[in-house]
């Protein structure tokens, strides 16, 4: 082999090596974006099922302290609700209740506020938030 055809193949070689490490980090950031993208998707259907939730205590409504009121501290394990994604991702959601309010025109109640997080190296980012309006039955 000549010098000529030594250097044309370790020329393919190299344009072969940076095809391959092009394709390969391309791949992986696409990876990266659909892991991030469930997870906010995951964060979205979660907080919507603390809502469902909080819509379904209408009939609860004087006891709504006692079974939600505690969920409010994200750095307390035991005062929030905690959840486990498809992709071992940890989510919790804490429940904030606002006083009795007009929610309606001419309808009284309360508004739940329910905040999702996400949890990244050990500190939770907020990843979405809801309002569930508690109508009190008369």
């Not at 969920?71 to 209740?97: C, D, G, K, M, V």
């Amino acid at each position: 082999m000549s010098y000529s055809q030594t250097l044309l193949s370790l020329g393919a070689i190299t344009i072969f090596m940076y095809l391959s490490i092009s394709v390969n980090r391309s791949y992986l950031l696409a990876t990266e974006q659909t892991v991030d993208h469930q997870l906010e998707l995951d964060a979205i259907n979660y907080g919507n099922s603390v809502s469902e939730l909080m819509y379904s205590q209408i009939k609860n409504y004087a006891t709504l302290d006692a079974n939600y009121g505690g969920f409010s501290n994200i750095n307390n394990p035991i005062n929030r609700l905690n959840f486990t994604t498809s992709i071992r991702n940890e989510l919790s959601a804490t429940i904030t209740l606002s006083a009795e309010q007009e929610v309606l025109q001419g309808v009284n109640g309360r508004v739940a506020t329910i905040t999702v997080y996400a949890w990244e190296n050990g500190i939770p980012i907020q990843k979405t938030q809801h309002l569930a309006p508690i109508i009190a039955l008369q």
